[in-house]
């Protein structure tokens, strides 16, 4: 799904959309102790605190994750850092030209992109993460 491709209402409604993961987050993780925070999810799925890192490009986030030692973190200052970035990444998104949005490249992983393809990835992104989320509130719920 190209951005560029996008009628005016579904743009704003998928920056909306983007906008809205910071607050997801703070919901599902709300009240969470610290040790809570660092329980992996089903089928090692990622546990909160590295659920909420925005510096994880197309890699193995798992490994990075591990490798960074995300469970050392803490899930509140990952929840304020995500939440900065992704507004500081929606700002710089609104100000950007056509001409700037149909900037091409090509993302290790991915192969070509153009900047318009950015959201939705990020949209994709932010869903697969709410999936993890959901699969292990669940199974905390079970426990």
């Not at 992983?109 to 993460?129: K, Y």
């Amino acid at each position: 799904m190209r951005y560029l491709g996008l009628a005016a209402m579904e743009q704003s409604a998928l920056l909306a959309e983007l906008e809205a993961m910071p607050g997801y987050l703070a919901t599902a993780f709300a009240g969470l102790s610290p040790r809570e925070a660092t329980v992996a999810g089903p089928d090692g799925a990622l546990a909160p605190v590295e659920q909420t890192d925005p510096l994880l490009a197309d890699f193995d986030g798992a490994r990075i994750a591990r490798e960074r030692a995300y469970r050392s973190l803490s899930l509140a200052e990952g929840l304020a850092a995500f939440r900065r970035a992704r507004q500081d990444n929606l700002a710089r998104l609104r100000t950007l030209s056509a001409e700037q949005w149909r900037r091409d490249g090509s993302q290790e992983g991915v192969g070509p992109i153009a900047l318009c393809d950015v959201p939705a990835r990020m949209a994709e992104h932010d869903a697969g993460h709410r999936g993890e989320i959901e699969a292990w509130r669940q199974a905390r719920d079970r426990r």
